[in-house]
């Protein structure tokens, strides 16, 4: 094997570099894989590379001891396994071609200099590599990694699980220029995509000029959809626009489970748009399917949906955020499901994404990959339709609001400077938690779960799966905040002919609640629950 200070190197065109406190992320457009680069010396190496004759000259320039080479080594032999950097003077076609500098065995994870995310790979299960992570992301990051960016809360379906209670759009929203702007500054600022959802953001007419905006500028898009308008033709666009990922969500892998939720006929159509994608040669769709009582056991069935169109699935947990709380009581997973779909994700989960979304069952004994970390306002935000930006997509509620892009200055200077962002990313307790002994890597679950539920911020997640939030969400002195905003379309906008729905839904008992809505829901956002959702890299650097 080449030694790989010996090369001569340069970053690969699709990668960009992001400067952090700690030294930089790495983001490759291409693959979609993230690396952090744990040390400035490092970056300054990477940065060098392409000017110096091999890597040898870039780490003397950089002032790396000699006795460091090894260990700087063997994270180019990572980064080049993970095409983040390449010999100089490959051509494109070699691009399909592995690096012939590999990693060599028993590497992965190892090193500690640079690291991928999020880790489908057994470095991260034993959580030692994922925590190291994680305590570096809890103090917060230059940008977001995993920005939710709503573009409209309207929507062409009724799903009851609606996380930002989407249906009607509100005359504030963003206009076209607007957007334009939120782009500039994201461009500005690094982020290396967004994750647009909605509702629906392909009803926006201008959806489809703020995905080349984005694109143009540097700032990958990756879109959640329910599929209504993925034509051959849009699907073909896209196939030929670099920089775009698409989700597709189904909840059901039977049009009888889905359509309960997502509303009649939604299963056929997202169904189609993968169809459409596939034959269009788009590349690695995601087919998102929020977990749910009633789908659970459709794991398998998921996985063939995806497998026999070229996607991949991507698994999310059914937070009682938005109309979700209207219906959590009967449509979360019970604890036997929760435990069959922990050890599901351990035995065939390794080409399955799940955006850290469940990092709860890790209550169970092993982590499962990912980050273990609640994101909200460190590495992860959602800017809303009104340019709102609150800490997640799954706590869309004036407790965590913090500004707006059009009156507080900017996108940047309410990610830098808001009170509420600094709030979260200062130590925070643990509560009830803290005698746990799996803490560790459960961080007691997910605060939107836990203010939806009306739970304390500091104790257990409401599914904690030992059972220490039962008798808190038995006790009948809840208090459950309703989100700040709901856009739900009124009573009979249900589409005739939809049948009964066999889950018991309706709002949760409030003498200010209005009477029951139809579901309404938005497509399954990327990122929504956590920075790694979306990265797709399969092994560490
Ligand atoms: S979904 Fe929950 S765990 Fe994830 S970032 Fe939001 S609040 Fe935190
Ligand atoms: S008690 Fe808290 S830390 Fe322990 S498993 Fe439950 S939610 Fe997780």
């Known amino acids: 094997m080449t030694d790989p200070l010996d090369e001569a190197w340069e970053l690969s065109p699709r990668v960009a570099l992001r400067p952090e406190p700690f030294g930089a992320l790495a983001y490759h457009f291409g693959n979609r894989r993230l690396t952090f680069l744990k040390r400035p010396e ?58 012939h500098v590999t990693a060599a065995p028993g590497t992965a994870g190892q090193s500690t200099t640079a690291q991928s995310l999020p880790a489908k790979n057994a470095a991260a299960r034993s959580g030692t590599a994922s925590g190291s992570l994680a305590k570096r992301f809890e103090y917060g990051l230059a940008a977001p990694i995993c920005l939710t960016w709503e573009l409209t809360y309207a929507c062409n379906l009724s799903c009851v699980h609606c996380l ?63 599929g209504a308008r993925l034509t051959p033709e849009r699907a073909r666009f896209l196939a030929a626009t670099d920089y775009v990922d698409v989700q ?41 399917v929020v977990v749910t009582r009633e789908n659970a056991g459709q794991l398998d069935e998921f996985k063939a949906i995806a497998d026999e169109r070229g996607a991949t699935l991507r698994l999310t947990r059914l937070r009682p955020s938005g109309r979700g709380a209207d219906v959590w009581d009967e449509l979360h997973p019970t604890a036997a499901q929760q435990r069959d779909l922990y050890e599901w994700l351990l035995r065939a989960g390794e080409d399955v994404l799940t955006g850290d979304s469940f990092f709860h069952l890790a209550g169970y004994g092993e982590s499962l990959p990912g980050l273990n970390l609640c994101g909200a306002g460190r590495v992860v935000c959602l800017i809303d339709p009104l340019g709102d930006v609150y800490a997640c997509p799954f706590a869309i509620h004036d407790r965590f609001r913090a500004g707006n892009v059009l009156s507080d200055g900017g996108f940047a200077a309410v990610w830098r400077e808001s009170e509420l962002f600094g709030d979260l990313r200062s130590p925070q307790t643990s509560g009830a938690c803290t005698g746990c002994g799996f803490f560790d890597s459960c961080r007691g679950g997910c605060m939107a779960a836990k203010f939806f539920t009306g739970l304390p ?35 009979g906008a249900r589409r005739a002919g939809a049948g009964p729905v066999p889950v018991r839904i309706g709002r949760r008992p409030s003498p200010a609640a209005p009477p029951v809505h139809p579901p309404v829901h938005p497509p399954v956002h990327a990122c929504a629950e956590s920075p790694l959702a979306g990265f797709t890299p399969s092994s560490d650097v």
């Open 42 to 99: 490092l970056v300054s190496v990477l940065r060098d590379l392409s000017g110096e004759p091999d890597a040898r000259a870039a780490l003397t320039r950089a002032g790396v001891p000699a006795g460091r080479w090894p260990a700087y080594a063997e994270a180019l032999r990572g980064l080049a396994g993970a095409d983040m950097i390449r010999p100089r003077g490959r051509t494109e076609a070699d691009r399909t071609r592995p690096p």
């Open 248 to 288: 597709v969500s189904l909840d059901g892998a039977t049009p009888e489970v889905n359509d309960r939720v997502r509303g009649p006929g939604s299963y056929e159509t997202a169904l189609r748009a993968l169809d459409n994608l596939a034959a269009a040669g788009f590349a690695d769709a995601k087919l998102s």
């Open 457 to 491: 911020l500091d104790g257990p997640d409401p599914e904690c799966v030992q059972g220490h939030a039962a008798a808190a969400l038995a006790a009948g002195d809840r208090t459950v905040p309703r989100p700040s905003q709901d856009h739900s379309r009124r009573p």
């Open 164 to 226: 930002s209670s989407s249906g009607r759009r509100d005359p504030r929203e963003l206009a076209t220029a607007q957007c334009e702007a939120v782009i500039d500054e994201l461009q500005a600022m690094q982020v290396f995509y967004v994750n647009i959802g909605g509702g629906e953001p392909t009803v926006r007419p201008d959806f489809w000029h703020l995905v080349q905006y984005a694109v143009n500028h540097q700032v990958g898009v990756k879109f959640s959809t329910n």
